[in-house]
Structure formats: structure tokens, C-alpha cells
């Protein structure tokens, strides 16, 4: 399988999801645009970033960050917290600076691997991220408040208390410059508030400040499909996700995932999943 881009399930109004996976399932190199953060509880667990393979132990935290492909290799025995959050969570900060310093070159500076850490800052970063991961899984009364809290106490530590690199251009382990990394997440932003309308190709490379050649030109470069394939892929995403969570009426589901009609949408998720929407349906809940 090759690389592809992943559209992370998250809140709009919460962008951030705390998970567990078991190592003995394989994740094909793929990119997002969120932060995500690796904490291994148990086992080793084996990975690569940006082509670089790695190994992590039980107790260590990797920082893979927005943009860097990355992939999970067969790791039996092994379980990890996952924690990805969209840097827009951090919305107090106008999603761009905190102190003077963009949110992104943060994460940047940071040195991922928490084996180059001080043992003590590692500790302290596993334990919120312990946290996160048991409040977001209990959703108890208050439960976002304690978990924001958490993420900015953790953005405060990777700040002032985890060293940091200085990435060189031209040895920049991200596959994408940041330039292009946030252009496309512009073009992301756009189809995520428009997604439900229609939307041309010339809109959004107007709204990026491209020509429709040029930005035609970087899409299919950087994602390795058309601008039109991924605004389809990107409504088929959402309405899976509206399959699986609602008892929307299929009906309502084309409407509410962005489809021009029933019949498109009918289509083109068939010809995606190899089912109908609502048999897909079906073989997740039955007859519901």
C-alpha cells in the first residue's frame, strides 16, 4: 500500500482524541496535518518517521509532528497511548504564537525521541499524557477542562524543559517544506468549512492566492491525487463517519457529507467501499 493521507476523527469544537493500539496490527506510512504524540506502556514497539526506522521501549514518548509520514511495523506484545491533537485546540493563542513563538516551529524544535530527554521531564510528559488518555476514555462530567489543562501544562514543559534541534533545510526530515505543509493545511481548513457546499477547483486555489495551473500542479505533487478526488475522498470519510455514529437516514447522509444528490453519493460509495452506504451500514450494527 502506498502513502496516504489520514483525516484523523476528531471534534470540531475539541480537535483531540487520546487511543490505545495493540502492536500486533500493521499502519502503512501515512501523513495528517495533527500533532501526534507515541507513548509506549508496554512492550517495544517498532516505527519509522520520514523513512527513519525506529524502536522505542516500554516508557518512552516520540513527537511525530504534522506532516511527517510515518508508519507502524509489527509489534507483538506491545501497547501504546496515542495522543493527536489539531494545533488548533490550542485556539486561546489565535491558533499561531504563544509568547512570540508559532505553535509549529515548537513542535519543530522539539527533540522527538524522550530517550534524548532529561528521565525526569519524560516522566512528567507520560503522566499528563496518562491523563489526557484516562479522561478523554471516562468523559466524566468536566472532563474537557481537565484535559486542556493537561495540554497546555504539557506545552509548557516541551517549552522550557525539553531540549531542542535545529532542523536544517536542506537535511529537514520533513517530506514536505513547512511552506507547502501549510498551504495544503489552508486548502485542508478550506474544504473542512465548505465541504457541505459546492466547491471548485479555481475557489480554493483563488483562496490560497495560486493559479488554478499551479495550484493543480503542487496538489497533485504533494498528495499524489487531484483536488477533486480528495474533496470526494474527504465527504466519503465524513460520511462514513456519520454511518457509523448516527442513525441518519441514508437519505440525510448524502446531504450532511457534501454529495450533490442521493445517487452520487450512492455511487461513489459504492465504487469507493464495495458496498451500498446503507449495507455498509449493516455490517457494522445489523439491521439498525
Same mark, same amino acid.
Given at each position: 500500500m502506498g502513502l496516504y493521507l489520514e483525516f484523523?476523527?476528531?471534534?470540531?469544537?475539541? !480537535? @483531540?482524541? =487520546?487511543? &490505545?493500539?495493540?502492536?500486533?496490527?500493521?499502519?502503512? !506510512?501515512?501523513?495528517?496535518?495533527?500533532?501526534?504524540?507515541?507513548?509506549v506502556t508496554q512492550g517495544r514497539l517498532n516505527l519509522g518517521?520520514?523513512?527513519?526506522?525506529?524502536? @522505542?521501549?516500554?516508557?518512552?514518548?516520540?513527537?511525530?509532528?504534522?506532516?511527517?509520514?510515518?508508519?507502524?511495523?509489527?509489534? !507483538?506484545?506491545?501497547?501504546?497511548?496515542?495522543?493527536?491533537?489539531?494545533?488548533?485546540?490550542?485556539?486561546?493563542?489565535?491558533?499561531?504564537?504563544?509568547?512570540?513563538?508559532r505553535l509549529r516551529d515548537l513542535f519543530l524544535e522539539v527533540v522527538p525521541a524522550s530517550n534524548d530527554w532529561d528521565a525526569d521531564v519524560a516522566k512528567r510528559v507520560a503522566g499528563l499524557l496518562q491523563v489526557i488518555h484516562e479522561e478523554s476514555f471516562a468523559r466524566r462530567e468536566g472532563y474537557r477542562y481537565v484535559v486542556k489543562a493537561k495540554l497546555y501544562e504539557m506545552l509548557a514543559v516541551l517549552d522550557r524543559e525539553v531540549p531542542k534541534q535545529v532542523r536544517d533545510v536542506a537535511e529537514d526530515m520533513t517530506s514536505k =517544506?513547512?511552506? &507547502?505543509?501549510?498551504?495544503?493545511? *489552508?486548502?485542508?481548513?478550506?474544504?473542512?468549512?465548505?465541504?457541505?457546499? &459546492?466547491?471548485?477547483?479555481? *475557489?480554493?486555489?483563488d483562496h490560497v492566492g495560486f493559479s488554478s495551473y499551479y495550484f493543480?500542479?503542487?496538489?497533485?505533487?504533494?498528495?499524489?491525487? /487531484?483536488? @477533486?478526488?480528495?474533496?470526494?475522498?474527504?465527504?466519503?470519510?465524513?460520511?462514513?463517519?456519520?454511518?457509523?455514529?448516527?442513525? /441518519? !437516514?441514508? &437519505?440525510?447522509?448524502?446531504?450532511?457529507?457534501?454529495?450533490?444528490?442521493?445517487k452520487t453519493f450512492h455511487h461513489a460509495f459504492k465504487r469507493a467501499m464495495g458496498v451500498s452506504p446503507l449495507k455498509y451500514r449493516r455490517t457494522i450494527f445489523g439491521n439498525k
Open positions: 484523523p476523527a476528531l471534534d470540531r469544537d475539541f !480537535p @483531540m482524541r =487520546s487511543f &490505545t493500539n495493540e502492536g500486533g496490527v500493521i499502519v502503512y !506510512p501515512h501523513w495528517h496535518k495533527e500533532i501526534e504524540l507515541i507513548y518517521v520520514n523513512d527513519v526506522p525506529i524502536q @522505542m521501549a516500554e516508557g518512552e514518548i516520540y513527537v511525530i509532528n504534522g506532516g511527517d509520514v510515518h508508519y507502524f511495523l509489527a509489534s !507483538p506484545n506491545s501497547e501504546r497511548i496515542v495522543l493527536q491533537f489539531d494545533l488548533s485546540v490550542f485556539q486561546e493563542f489565535s491558533l499561531t504564537e504563544v509568547e512570540g513563538k =517544506s513547512q511552506d &507547502t505543509l501549510e498551504k495544503l493545511q *489552508q486548502i485542508f481548513a478550506y474544504v473542512e468549512d465548505h465541504y457541505q457546499e &459546492t466547491i471548485t477547483l479555481q *475557489q480554493v486555489a493543480t500542479k503542487l496538489f497533485k505533487r504533494n498528495m499524489g491525487i /487531484t483536488f @477533486m478526488t480528495f474533496v470526494n475522498d474527504y465527504r466519503l470519510s465524513k460520511a462514513k463517519w456519520i454511518l457509523l455514529n448516527e442513525e /441518519t !437516514p441514508v &437519505t440525510e447522509v448524502a446531504e450532511l457529507a457534501g454529495f450533490s444528490s442521493v
